[in-house]
């Protein structure tokens, strides 16, 4: 019985390393591309000129959780307010807003849309993307279905890491702008599910399965108003 204790252990101590091992491989391995982060002071010219660097198509917005009355998540919003500082220094010329549209009466894009356009973002160059229902889909979607292989990707820091080594994986070129400008409840829960998260992905980067939904191409450089209705 101790014999067998031993091993167990033995084995999921060794399935613990190796998670944590991956996990840190992601993060090493993409943290260069990390540009900058926007505090909510605004983001610095070095960061802009960094993204500048790969002639990038677009802004990647990946998106997370909506809430009632189709109001951005404190998170989301973050994420917004990042790419639309980036789009109006000229970073890139479009926005892509991805986000999860699987259930009738929520919409991440549509939030999306409507924040932006708020703001005063022309809708000719923001472009939804419906059928974003991971960080995975996201980012093969936007070469996919947008056309789009330089991107510059905006999501909290935790989350950058395994956005970017997806995008290295597809063949992305990608650089990334953190949206850390406050600290939100579940942090800590949040960045130990991305621990998993990053393994997940890793395996399927090697993989590469298509995503839930293609589609016909919608290259970026167009109107981006096409993509408005769901």
Same mark, same amino acid.
């Given at each position: 019985?101790?014999?067998?204790?031993?091993?167990?252990?033995?084995?999921?101590?060794?399935?613990?390393?190796?998670?944590?091992?991956?996990?840190? &491989?992601?993060?090493? %391995? !993409?943290?260069?591309? #990390?540009?900058?982060?926007?505090?909510?002071?605004?983001? @610095? +010219?070095?960061?802009?000129?960094?993204?500048?660097?790969?002639?990038?198509?677009?802004?990647?917005?990946?998106?997370?959780?909506?809430?009632?009355?189709?109001?951005?998540?404190?998170?989301?919003?973050?994420?917004?307010?990042?790419?639309?500082?980036?789009?109006?220094?000229?970073?890139?010329?479009?926005?892509?807003?991805?986000?999860?549209?699987?259930?009738?009466?929520?919409?991440?894009?549509?939030?999306?849309?409507?924040?932006?356009?708020?703001?005063?973002?022309?809708?000719?160059?923001?472009?939804?993307? &419906?059928?974003?229902? %991971? !960080?995975?889909?996201? #980012?093969?979607?936007?070469?996919?279905?947008?056309?789009? @292989? +330089?991107?510059?990707?905006?999501?909290?820091?935790?989350?950058?890491?395994?956005?970017?080594?997806?995008?290295?994986?597809?063949?992305?070129?990608?650089?990334?702008?953190?949206?850390?400008?406050?600290?939100?409840?579940?942090?800590?829960?949040?960045?130990?599910?991305?621990?998993?998260?990053?393994?997940?992905?890793?395996?399927?980067?090697?993989?590469?399965?298509?995503?839930?939904?293609?589609?016909?191409?919608?290259?970026?450089?167009?109107?981006?108003?096409?993509?408005?209705?769901?």
């Amino acid at each position: 019985m101790k014999r067998r204790f031993r091993v167990l252990t033995i084995i999921i101590a060794g399935a613990v390393l190796l998670v944590f091992g991956l996990s840190g &491989f992601v993060a090493m %391995s !993409t943290s260069k591309d #990390i540009v900058g982060m926007d505090r909510g002071s605004g983001i @610095d +010219r070095a960061a802009i000129d960094a993204c500048k660097e790969i002639d990038p198509q677009c802004i990647l917005v990946l998106g997370c959780a909506v809430w009632e009355n189709n109001e951005p998540s404190p998170m989301l919003k973050e994420r917004l307010d990042t790419a639309i500082a980036l789009y109006r220094q000229g970073a890139a010329p479009k926005l892509l807003l991805s986000g999860d549209n699987s259930e009738k009466y929520y919409s991440e894009p549509d939030c999306m849309l409507a924040y932006t356009l708020k703001q005063g973002i022309p809708p000719e160059d923001i472009f939804l993307d &419906f059928a974003g229902f %991971s !960080t995975y889909d996201s #980012i093969y979607r936007a070469k996919a279905v947008f056309r789009a @292989d +330089r991107v510059i990707v905006v999501t909290q820091k935790y989350h950058l890491f395994r956005a970017l080594k997806i995008c290295s994986a597809l063949g992305v070129t990608a650089r990334g702008v953190a949206s850390n400008q406050a600290k939100h409840e579940g942090r800590y829960f949040r960045e130990a599910r991305e621990v998993l998260a990053r393994c997940k992905d890793l395996v399927k980067g090697k993989m590469r399965p298509e995503p839930t939904f293609l589609g016909d191409e919608i290259p970026i450089d167009g109107d981006g108003t096409v993509t408005h209705v769901n």
